[in-house]
């Protein structure tokens, strides 16, 4: 069984930066990418950023300019750099992972970590 454990995650002052990772456990076949979303006050979850196995990049449209993520596939992990933090970036933090499933379409599955706490307060 595939798991993803968060870790990283804490309180920080505004303006401070911290860095997230995920230790994946196992090895998933036909990964496609690896990711973090956030989930703040509302219900749904957010894309934050994820990278794909081909090492292309993509951001949520406010992460751009302060978040790095990276990978670093003989350690199985991928982190998640994050600078510049602002209240708004108050959320629980999830790892997730994007592969090419067994069935016949092989169809594009995902797996998700418990998440981590991050807290953004002066």
């Known amino acids: 069984q595939v798991q993803l454990v968060e870790s990283g995650g804490g309180l920080v002052q505004p303006g401070g930066s911290l860095k997230l990772s995920c230790q994946i456990s196992?090895?998933?076949?036909?990964?496609?990418?690896l990711g973090w979303y956030r989930q703040g006050q509302g219900p749904q979850r957010e894309l934050v950023a994820y990278i794909t196995t081909y090492g292309t990049p993509l951001y949520g449209d406010s992460m751009k300019d302060r978040f790095t993520i990276s990978r670093d596939p003989a350690k199985n992990t991928v982190d998640l750099q994050m600078n510049d933090l602002q209240a708004g970036d108050t959320a629980v933090y999830y790892c997730?992972?994007?592969?090419?499933?067994?069935?016949?379409?092989?169809?594009?599955?995902?797996?998700w970590g418990q998440g981590t706490q991050v807290t953004v307060s002066s």
């Open positions: 997730n992972a994007k592969f090419i499933g067994t069935d016949t379409m092989q169809s594009l599955n995902e797996i």
């Open positions: 196992g090895t998933i076949a036909r990964l496609f990418s």
